[in-house]
């Protein structure tokens, strides 16, 4: 007779309670410029045991939940989209709001810059460009953006910017919080908003052209931590 096996949602299930090397949050919260109403969302990285791979059918790349607002990438997906400068993967790195982190996570934590490079300019812009364009639909289908959305863009735009010009990744907007928080209340309007945006692409443009940060990330260093890591627990 064959063993049960346990179903995909116990196994994701477990894979986030047991295995999770960095857990953090993200959103307001973590970009300071949560209000009362601000949800609490959750980002974790965790380490699928070594054995999983050895089966026909490979551990998630990814799992949703348990909580509300929860979302986790394995460490080999979390990697692999970090160093093609997803933007939202490179700021869960950069988190002021750790609440889990393990040896492995500590490790991940001290390779954060070397998977910063010169194509966040394009991944970050190239975000900021389609988001502009769903703004733009709203405001000719309801006369208005949806202003949560435009205040998230602008700080998406700022921190490009910033990245570019210093070389480092930073996602506390307190600096620019009650400007921030007034574009989200709806307090300034479409044209001031757009021109701000459109100041910062070129401000971002600008900054490339003399940014010292590398043309491609340190494959080689971030590839001899997984692999390092992967040994490590399929001796465990």
Same mark, same amino acid.
């Given at each position: 007779m064959n063993e049960p096996t346990a179903s995909p949602e116990a196994l994701d299930l477990t894979l986030v309670r047991d295995h999770t090397i960095y857990a953090? #949050?993200?959103?307001? /919260? *973590?970009?300071? =410029?949560? $209000? %009362? *109403? &601000?949800? $609490?969302?959750?980002?974790? #990285?965790?380490l699928a045991p070594t054995p999983l791979f050895w089966r026909f059918e490979k551990p998630p $790349?990814?799992? %949703?939940g348990p909580r509300e607002e929860e979302f986790s990438w394995e460490l080999e997906r979390f990697c692999e989209l970090a160093l093609r400068a997803n933007p939202n993967i490179l700021e869960c790195l950069h988190s002021p709001l750790v609440e889990r982190l393990?040896?492995?996570?500590?490790?991940?934590?001290? =390779?954060? %810059?070397?998977?910063? &490079?010169?194509?966040?300019? !394009? !991944?970050? $812009?190239?975000y900021a460009v389609s988001q502009h364009a769903k703004l733009l639909a709203d405001v000719r289908i309801h006369g208005a953006p949806r202003w949560k959305h435009a205040m998230h863009l602008l700080r998406l735009l700022l921190s490009c910017r910033d990245l570019l010009r210093t070389g480092r990744l930073t996602i506390d907007?307190? %600096?620019?919080?009650?400007?921030?928080?007034?574009? /989200?209340?709806?307090?300034l309007t479409w044209p001031e908003v757009d021109t701000w945006m459109t100041r910062l692409h070129e401000e971002s443009d600008t900054a490339l052209a003399t940014t010292a940060l590398p043309a491609e990330p340190d494959r080689a260093r971030v590839e001899d931590f =997984? =692999?390092? !890591?992967?040994?490590? &627990?399929? &001796?465990?």
């Open positions: 953090c #949050v993200m959103g307001s /919260r *973590a970009f300071g =410029l949560a $209000t %009362e *109403a &601000s949800d $609490t969302d959750r980002r974790g #990285v965790y $790349t990814h799992v %949703e393990t040896p492995p996570g500590e490790e991940l934590l001290s =390779l954060r %810059e070397a998977f910063l &490079s010169r194509r966040a300019h !394009t !991944t970050f $812009t190239g907007a307190a %600096e620019h919080r009650d400007r921030l928080l007034a574009v /989200r209340r709806g307090e =997984l =692999l390092r !890591t992967r040994r490590a &627990s399929a &001796s465990a």
